[in-house]
């Protein structure tokens, strides 16, 4: 297709000229698109010249198209219907929908969150695929180039403008341990902590994130100038480590109310009291806002995340 020929055409004619063709009268077609009569005489003088034909003639009953008008007016109602749906946005259905998408999900979240959504996603979306990671570097700027068009992350302090982002929540870390490990049950100081090597979970981009760019905390301060034993992003490894080790390992206290992962493992509270909140945030880029079909899954993912929520809090207003 050479678009340089394209160039030259004014879509506003395409639609007045559909307006004589169904009118035949210059008065009346002007009215209906709300012309002066002048302008729509303007407009039908640029279209013979773009044609290169008078496309109408006068006669007694009205104006006549010519053949070359003929053959123009059978494509242009299905041109202009296309350029309309290309224009506005189309009925989105989920359970006819056909499409994939990219999502960084951290696996200490999407083992709660993965099964809960897909088993939704299986009733209401059959035919929406996701693709789901639960590590990569740089997020941000894989959300903009459209690799990725979701990333569930630890909230950074920066975030660039054409980013935005849906609140999910927050978590205050403990200290993850084997059971039987020689600091459960004590009240814990950061010196003893210190005694005991110590693993991590991978988290992406961790020294931008907003709880450590506060660097208002003592456990910030303790895991910055102590070095881990063990990192890994994978949850299951990690929680295995920690069963053979006197190992311990910050995290959100999830891990400990899934009885599939809590056997053998125990939470303990942060030394001296210390009470931190980790927030967490969906983040998608600004291309995909006007998408049904990213929306659709984006209030997906939140629904999820409030079922858990409402779960948790009435698990635990439920007696022992």
Same mark, same amino acid.
């Given at each position: 297709?050479?678009?340089?020929?394209?160039?030259?055409?004014?879509?506003?004619? %395409?639609?007045?000229?559909?307006?004589?063709?169904?009118?035949?009268? /210059? @008065? =009346? +077609?002007?009215?209906? !698109?709300? $012309?002066?009569?002048?302008?729509?005489?303007?407009?039908?003088?640029?279209?013979r010249e773009l044609f290169d034909d008078r496309l109408f003639t006068r006669s007694?009953?009205?104006?006549?198209?010519?053949?070359?008008?003929?053959?123009?007016?059978?494509?242009?109602?299905?041109?202009?219907?296309?350029?309309?749906?290309?224009?506005?946005?189309?009925?989105?259905?989920?359970?006819?929908?056909?499409?994939?998408?990219?999502?960084?999900?951290?696996?200490?979240?999407?083992?709660?969150?993965?099964?809960?959504?897909?088993?939704? %996603?299986?009733?209401?979306?059959?035919?929406?695929?996701?693709?789901? /990671? @639960? =590590? +990569?570097?740089?997020? !941000?700027? $894989?959300?903009?180039?459209?690799?990725?068009?979701?990333?569930?992350?630890?909230?950074?302090?920066?975030?660039?403008?054409?980013?935005?982002?849906?609140?999910?929540?927050?978590?205050?870390?403990?200290?993850?341990?084997?059971?039987?490990?020689?600091?459960?049950?004590?009240?814990?100081?950061?010196?003893?902590?210190?005694?005991?090597?110590?693993?991590?979970?991978?988290?992406?981009?961790?020294?931008?994130?907003?709880?450590?760019?506060?660097?208002?905390?003592?456990?910030?301060?303790?895991?910055?100038?102590?070095?881990?034993?063990?990192?890994?992003?994978?949850?299951?490894?990690?929680?295995?480590?920690?069963?053979?080790?006197?190992?311990?390992?910050?995290?959100?206290?999830?891990?400990?109310?899934?009885?599939?992962?809590?056997?053998?493992?125990?939470?303990?509270?942060?030394?001296?009291?210390?009470?931190?909140?980790?927030?967490?945030?969906?983040?998608?880029?600004?291309?995909?806002?006007?998408?049904?079909?990213?929306?659709?899954?984006?209030?997906?993912?939140?629904?999820?995340?409030?079922?858990?929520?409402?779960?948790?809090?009435?698990?635990?207003?439920?007696?022992?």
């Amino acid at each position: 297709m050479d678009i340089r020929q394209l160039d030259r055409i004014d879509l506003n004619l %395409l639609v007045t000229f559909q307006a004589l063709l169904e009118e035949r009268n /210059v @008065s =009346r +077609a002007a009215e209906r !698109l709300f $012309l002066t009569q002048s302008a729509m005489s303007k407009s039908l003088g640029r279209l013979r010249e773009l044609f290169d034909d008078r496309l109408f003639t006068r006669s007694a009953a009205g104006m006549v198209p010519t053949p070359r008008a003929l053959d123009v007016a059978a494509h242009l109602p299905n041109l202009l219907g296309e350029l309309q749906q290309l224009i506005q946005p189309s009925d989105f259905d989920p359970l006819s929908y056909e499409g994939e998408f990219a999502l960084i999900v951290p696996e200490f979240i999407g083992f709660w969150l993965l099964p809960e959504l897909m088993a939704r %996603l299986a009733k209401t979306a059959p035919g929406m695929r996701l693709k789901s /990671v @639960s =590590r +990569a570097e740089h997020q !941000l700027e $894989l959300l903009a180039s459209g690799e990725l068009d979701f990333a569930i992350q630890v909230e950074q302090h920066i975030y660039p403008p054409e980013v935005e982002l849906t609140s999910l929540g927050h978590a205050s870390p403990v200290l993850f341990a084997r059971q039987g490990h020689p600091l459960e049950g004590k009240e814990l100081t950061w010196d003893m902590v210190s005694d005991y090597p110590h693993m991590q979970l991978f988290i992406p981009d961790l020294k931008e994130a907003l709880f450590v760019a506060r660097g208002d905390s003592a456990f910030i301060r303790h895991e910055a100038v102590v070095p881990p034993h063990f990192e890994t992003g994978h949850l299951f490894t990690a929680l295995q480590v920690l069963k053979r080790t006197d190992y311990l390992m910050p995290g959100p206290p999830v891990f400990v109310e899934d009885s599939t992962l809590s056997s053998g493992i125990v939470s303990l509270p942060l030394p001296d009291g210390e009470k931190l909140k980790v927030q967490y945030v969906l983040a998608q880029h600004v291309r995909v806002k006007n998408s049904a079909a990213h929306q659709f899954l984006r209030q997906t993912l939140v629904e999820v995340v409030d079922y858990f929520v409402a779960q948790r809090l009435q698990s635990k207003a439920q007696p022992a």
